[in-house]
């Protein structure tokens, strides 16, 4: 891991340091300084209910944020699940819930695969992650660091991974990714374990890309040198204003149209948005700036979805 851990910390190896290290108090001035628009509070969604098992398609499901079902023949994953009100390490404070969750969390089927992306309360949510353990102790996958504090929680089938690790379950193989990001559920333990993406490999070959939480940067194009084009790739979109403190940290729309074009995906769906109010930036501008960015590289809208919570889609 010498290439992105000095011995105490993870780091992103392509950027500067002095760019990467953005602070909690930088994030306050960020916030009092720079005028932030203001949220829905209470959003009308379709609620799925979906079912037990699925053919041969790949089916995917929007929950909100960056929580997606994904379904196949032979198991049911779930990234980055949160059904909580509020991503924060406090119940009464924090970004909250624009809308209900795209699926009842007691409507799940049963769940195989869990993969969580980094430990930001955005991701990582313990609560909902304790409720799935209790029906039936799913595989959890996740970043370098993590697995420690998952199994104090009472999470149990663990596997952390640094990047370009795999793992497998039933026929499938699961890669972890590079991503550039940061780590920490408080102010005192940043970049303590490793953050990254998934490549999920399905039986017949086929390559689903998700990111999790990530600034645009070179290891994306080394994704697709290394892994080739994805078949469906979940790209975050959202969470990027002001620009000058996110973009090392967060893509805006432009950034995952240039994802989208350097992993060649042939379907890409937009993740990491309109669910919590984490940046400056109007619930709408996401999409609407997707599309602009679209045009600008002569991308296909249908090429680069913006899902609807609770709706499904087949590949």
Not at 123 to 134: G, P, R, V, Y
Not at 236 to 253: L, S, W
Not at 278 to 283: Q, S
Not at 293 to 304: H, I, N, Q, R
Request: proline share 6%; net charge neutral.
């Amino acid at each position: 891991m010498k290439d992105y851990f000095n011995g105490k910390k993870f780091f992103n190896p392509w950027l500067d340091p002095m760019r990467e290290k953005k602070s909690f108090a930088g994030l306050l001035k960020a916030r009092l300084t720079n005028k932030w628009a203001k949220w829905p509070k209470n959003l009308p969604v379709t609620v799925s209910k979906p079912v037990a098992r699925v053919d041969s398609d790949i089916k995917i499901t929007f929950v909100g944020h960056s929580t997606f079902l994904i379904q196949t023949e032979k198991l049911n994953i779930l990234t980055d699940p949160v059904w909580s009100k509020r991503v924060s390490p406090f119940k009464w404070a924090g970004p909250s819930r624009t809308h209900l969750p795209g699926i009842e969390l007691g409507e799940l089927p049963q769940i195989d695969v869990v993969l969580v992306s980094h430990n930001h309360y955005d991701h990582m949510d313990i609560d909902t992650l304790k409720k799935i353990e209790e029906t039936g102790s799913p595989l959890v996958l996740t970043g370098f660091g993590n697995e420690a504090f998952l199994k104090s929680e009472g999470i149990m089938r663990v596997v952390e991974m640094k990047w370009w690790d795999e793992a497998t379950e039933e026929g499938f193989r699961f890669t972890y990714l590079p991503a550039q990001h940061f780590s920490g559920r408080w102010i005192d333990d940043r970049n303590e374990t490793l953050w990254g993406g998934f490549l999920m490999t399905t039986p017949n070959g086929k390559k689903i890309y998700f990111g999790g939480d990530s600034g645009y940067g070179p290891f994306v194009k080394e994704i697709e040198r290394r892994t080739g084009q994805m078949d469906l790739a979940i790209i975050p979109i959202g969470a990027y204003e002001p620009r000058e403190f996110f973009k090392e940290m967060h893509n805006n729309p432009e950034d995952a149209v240039l994802t989208h074009l350097d992993l060649k995906s042939k379907q890409s769906v937009a993740c990491h948005f309109g669910t919590f109010q984490l940046t400056a930036e109007d619930i709408g501008d996401p999409a609407k700036d997707l599309k602009i960015a679209l045009t600008k590289y002569g991308v296909e809208p249908k090429a680069f979805l913006v899902p609807e919570v609770g709706h499904e889609y087949r590949y």
